[in-house]
Structures are given as C-alpha cells and as structure tokens.
C-alpha cells in the first residue's frame, strides 16, 4: 500500500499512524483537535480538514475513535460510505459496541466496500513501539488485504470471526484487565499496609501463580516500574472513561446472551466511583488510588 488515510490521532491514533508514515507509506490524517493535527503534520502526515478529504487516493481507511457514536457519525452522517473508493480497505480500530460494528459492516458490504473490525491491545506503550495485537473480525480475505498494515502497527493478529467477533473477543479481553487490574491493586494494597516494600511483593507475585499482566507490564503501584503510568502521576495511558465505557458495552454484552459476569459488574462499579471522584482523566491504573 501507498497511501492510507487515518482517522482520531488521539494517544493511541497517533503513534500507530507515526509508524506507517515511518514505514515509508503516505499518510493523510484528520482528527478534531487542532493540536492533533499539528503533531501529525510535525511527523510528516499531510492534514486533512474534514473526514472526507482524507479519502484522497488512499487505499485503506484506518478509524481510531473514542466511542460507538463517533464511529456512526463519520460513516453513517457524514456519508463515508457514500463516496469512499470501493477499492479501500477500511480497518475500524475503535473498540466499540459489536451492534454498531456489524451495522456499519452490513452497510459497508451493501456498497461493495470491504471493511475489518480490527480493536488492539497492548496500549499507548505498544502502540508506539508497534506491537499491538490486532483483534480481527470479518473477511479473511480482507485480513490478507491489510496484513501488511497490520504487521507495521503490531506484532500479533488473531483473526476472531466473522464482523463484529473481533469487538466482542476485545471487551471479553477488557473485562479481564479490569478485573485483574483491580485485583492486583487492592492485593499490592493489603501487601504495603502490612509492611512489605510494593517493589519485593511485585516480584514475588509475578514469578509466582498470581502474576498477570498488569503486574508484569502496568504495575499500578506508584514507583514500582519507571514505565507505567503509575510513576508519572497515572497520566496518560488508556483512561479511566474509556475503560469504563467497554465495561458497560461488556455489561450490554452478557445481558443480551444472558451470561454471568459478577466480576465485571463489580469491576464496573469500582470504575464508576473513579468517575464520580473525578478520575475520568486518569490512566485506568489508577484505580490504586482507591486503596492507598
């Protein structure tokens, strides 16, 4: 591929547009901050005014947005579909209701356009070193189509299913984070209030049956890994809002096919009351706070 258009330059948007421009691939970029905007045509992306001029001679369409409804509005209201090439390939990245993603693909298809749900994890960290993982659902034909893209901005991809599966395999993978973030927290918590150095109980726990990611790679416990957000004032990183926000759509998730999730509603409350503190802003880490 040539030229790739992207959309929401945002803490993950950015830097996995920043590798593809590195990799030598043309990049017309559009988000609505202006100071987005300007740090894209900094790295050398040419900037786009409007959703629609980034369509210019592109041959995928990579969407990185907060939510479902910014999704719906830059396909549905401003008319995306009606006037893309039905040569390019989009790569929908958002995590997202897998509702509003199946739509959206229903419709791309009904206009002869291929379009992947594509949600990552791994983090603002991995999206900027570029190994993310890549959660596919639709074609896999269409996943050959943007395999190259895929192996620029990330360094494992499952393919899930069919449309949509790639959304519901991310919020089952959400949910778990949340719940082992809390865990690890409340448990780093009880070990400091008894005495032991946070730095010791984190090495013991992850060479032992309780380690997990958030204490291998996001420890939440300030001080205890220079990388985390956690040592940086929770900063950054993947926010409270949005992590809360893929609870819920997880919430919506088990209602409709009737599944228990007693440790996600749980870990859905504890996220609420960080909202209602204050804490939207924050890296979702930081739900530590609650224990300190």
């Known amino acids: 591929m040539k030229k790739i258009g992207f959309i929401g330059l945002?803490?993950?948007g950015l830097p996995m547009a920043k590798n593809i421009s590195k990799a030598g691939i043309e990049v017309n970029a559009f988000d609505l901050s202006e100071k987005a905007l300007i740090h894209a045509e900094n790295l050398g992306m040419s900037i786009k005014q409007?959703?629609?001029?980034?369509?210019e001679d592109i041959d995928a369409l990579i969407t990185m947005l907060p939510n479902g409804s910014s999704v719906e509005k830059i396909f549905l209201e401003d008319n995306l579909l009606e006037v893309i090439n039905k040569r390019t390939l989009i790569i929908e990245s958002s995590t997202i209701s897998?509702?509003?993603?199946?739509?959206?693909?229903?419709?791309?298809?009904?206009?002869?356009?291929?379009?992947?749900?594509?949600?990552?994890?791994?983090?603002?960290?991995?999206?900027?070193?570029?190994?993310?993982?890549?959660?596919?659902?639709?074609?896999?034909?269409?996943l050959e189509k943007g395999l190259s893209l895929f192996k620029i901005m990330?360094?494992?991809?499952?393919y899930a299913g069919e449309s949509g599966s790639g959304q519901i395999a991310k919020l089952c993978n959400n949910m778990l984070l949340a719940v082992h973030m809390c865990g690890t927290a409340e448990t780093l918590a009880l070990g400091v209030n008894n005495g032991l150095d946070p730095v010791v109980l984190s090495e013991i726990m992850k060479n032992s049956?309780?380690?997990n990611w958030s204490l291998e790679k996001y420890n939440p416990y300030p001080g205890v890994m220079e990388t985390a957000p956690a040592s940086e004032n929770y900063s950054g990183g993947f926010l409270n809002s949005l992590m809360l926000k893929d609870l819920k759509l997880a919430s919506e998730l088990a209602l409709g096919s009737k599944s228990t999730t007693p440790m996600g509603k749980l870990a859905m409350q504890l996220y609420e009351e960080m909202m209602?503190?204050?804490f939207g802003t924050l890296?979702?880490?930081?739900?530590?706070?609650?224990?300190?």
């Open 10 to 12: 945002g803490n993950m």
């Open 50 to 55: 409007d959703s629609k001029g980034v369509l």
């Open 98 to 142: 897998p509702g509003i993603s199946k739509k959206i693909s229903t419709i791309a298809k009904n206009h002869g356009i291929s379009m992947l749900d594509a949600p990552v994890s791994g983090g603002v960290k991995g999206a900027e070193l570029g190994n993310l993982t890549f959660i596919v659902g639709g074609s896999q034909a269409d």
């Open 154 to 158: 990330g360094d494992k991809i499952f």
């Open 209 to 211: 049956s309780g380690g």
């Open 276 to 278: 209602d503190d204050g």
């Open 283 to 292: 890296d979702f880490s930081s739900i530590q706070k609650k224990y300190l």
